[in-house]
């Protein structure tokens, strides 16, 4: 029997009376949310939540009841102004809100499940014992991912304050967090798309004002509004975002095109590989180390540049051009897009693609099949025999002799005694060869021709001349390299030994000759040696 001051817990009545105060709780909550003064002042008369393991008094289980029955009806007001289920609400805190009073991460999607801002701070309390749960970093993160990666167009539409409140909450994280943060796409990138802190050279865009960064680069720029903002700029160099220079620019340029299969993929549009040349020109960049870069052909095809020939130099046609103008598509040319890069000091433009493309203006008269210089070896180039076959002789001298000194002449005079002499051999038999013309309409080979100097040819001897322009010009003291007498020498002797054969001439002009030869055998020992096995026809 119970006292005054107790309850009878166990009388069935009371057990009835007790257990019928949960609707009634209800029928007053649902009476409180249609009065719009005292809607949301009933949760600070809810009942804490008891831990399930200690006892209880005879209202312990109307205390649990209550709350049980609460969570399960839609008794709590959202965002949206819906009378929702407290049991999957979220309350956000105002450090997680924008400056318009909205939380960060909140959409038109996922409005509905956040607690309406309505609630004081004590009532909120109190709703968590029904199970509204509050943001913490864990959530927020959460939400924020969902956010960026499900609805990245929203993203794009969300204004300059609310980038800069989300990155001045995000660079309050917690350190332990930042892993996480790490993986979340919210660095900006200048095209719009939202990139990692993982993602590989990402740059906050140059700041010098006089210079812009290429296409086609595998490089993340972040949107240049981001530097206008010091929350976002604080938080983005905290995720590892450098600023860019001209030498990371580089850098990225030219391991770009240290991938060979690059260069050939139709991802990278002419313009952009037309922009990375140019910048590397207004850099100043050298290619000292000779490094392969790719370009694109006339016909917009992709190759590496040290292939492709360039239409002018120096303002004037280029001989390249010249000799393949009816041939392009086997020649490949630097796409004319290029060489219009540089309108205001063409000259310099060209030069500098010469040197560091190594795109040529001449003609290549080899292919190296050995780069090694302990045994380098070549040969005459396709291009070069494809000028010989379709091309007047007269022209390959002059394109030979006008281009020996600062091009050709390294190919066929061997200065270093540690390299190989058989390729340097090989391409002089080879022009040696070449068939031309004398002063009489004989055909021979240029090798036993000389140059139609009056002092020569006022021997009155019967040598091949050659058949040339203007013989006493200084270009073509060049082709004593390739067998053909240039004056008073032991080739042009040795060529006039040659002219006596099968004549009548007599034994002293034979002798005179021999004696003439002799006399100047130091000036090529080894042509002079050519004598001693001749046929015996000489003697």
């Known amino acids: 029997m119970a006292s005054r001051e107790d309850v009878a817990s166990s009388s069935d009545w009371n057990k009835r009376i007790r257990d019928q105060l949960v609707d009634a709780f209800l029928a007053c909550v649902q009476t409180f949310n249609s009065k719009d003064f005292i809607k949301r002042t009933w949760p600070i008369y809810l009942p804490q939540r008891q831990c399930p393991t200690s006892g209880g008094d005879f209202f312990s289980v109307l205390k649990s009841a209550l709350l049980e029955r609460l969570s399960g009806e839609p008794v709590v007001e959202n965002w949206k102004g819906d009378w929702v289920k407290p049991s999957g609400l979220v309350s956000v805190p105002r450090f997680f809100w924008d400056d318009s009073g909205t939380p960060l991460t909140m959409t038109d999607g996922n409005s509905k499940n956040y607690l309406s801002p309505k609630y004081k701070r004590g009532e909120v ?38 980038r800069s409140k989300l990155a001045a909450v995000l660079s309050a994280l917690p350190a332990e967090l930042k892993p996480q943060l790490d993986k979340l796409p919210v660095i900006r990138l200048r095209s719009g798309h939202l990139a990692c802190a993982t993602a590989n050279d990402i740059f906050f865009p140059g700041t010098g004002g006089d210079w812009e960064v290429p296409g086609g680069l595998d490089l993340l720029v972040v949107h240049p509004d981001v530097v206008k903002d010091e929350a976002q700029y604080h938080l983005y160099r905290k995720l ?88 392009r598509a086997m020649h490949k040319f630097l796409h004319p897009d290029y060489l219009a890069a540089d309108t205001e000091d063409p000259k310099g433009w060209f030069s500098w693609l010469e040197t560091n493309l190594r795109v040529s203006a001449l003609p290549r008269l080899v292919t190296v099949t050995d780069s090694d210089e302990r045994r380098l070896s070549f040969v005459m180039s396709a291009d070069f025999a494809f000028i010989i076959d379709n091309s007047p002789w007269v022209d390959v001298l002059f394109l030979l002799c006008d281009h020996w000194r600062d091009v050709y002449g390294q190919w066929l005079l061997n200065t270093d005694r540690n390299k190989p002499q058989s390729s340097f051999d090989q391409l002089k038999a080879r022009l040696s060869d070449l068939r031309v013309e004398t002063t009489r309409g004989r055909n021979l080979r240029l090798r036993e021709t000389s140059l139609p100097l009056p002092a020569m040819v006022s021997r009155s001897m019967d040598v091949p001349f050659l058949k040339i322009p203007d013989p006493q010009h200084d270009r073509w003291k060049y082709l004593r390299h390739l067998g053909v007498g240039i004056s008073d020498d032991v080739i042009f002797y040795l060529h006039c030994l040659d002219s006596l054969i099968g004549t009548d001439a007599t034994f002293e002009q034979f002798t005179e000759i021999l004696e003439q030869i002799q006399a100047r055998s130091h000036e090529d020992e080894d042509m002079v040696k050519s004598v001693r096995t001749c046929p015996p026809t000489y003697l």
């Open 240 to 327: 590892g975002v450098r600023n860019l220079n001209k030498a990371d620019t580089t850098n990225l340029i030219i391991k770009k095109h240290s991938d060979r299969q690059t260069g050939r993929s139709l991802t990278i549009s002419k313009a952009d590989l037309v922009s990375q040349i140019r910048f590397l020109y207004d850099t100043r960049w050298r290619n000292r180390n000779l490094i392969h870069l790719w370009a694109t052909t006339d016909q917009g095809d992709r190759a590496l540049s040290h292939t492709l020939y360039i239409d002018h130099a120096d303002g004037t046609t280029s001989p390249a051009m010249s000799f393949f103008a009816n041939n």
């Open 125 to 162: 309390e109190c709703l968590r014992h029904i199970g509204v749960a509050e943001m913490d970093w864990t959530v927020f993160l959460r939400e924020l991912r969902d956010l960026l990666t499900s609805l990245p167009e929203i993203c794009n539409r969300k204004t300059d304050a609310w």
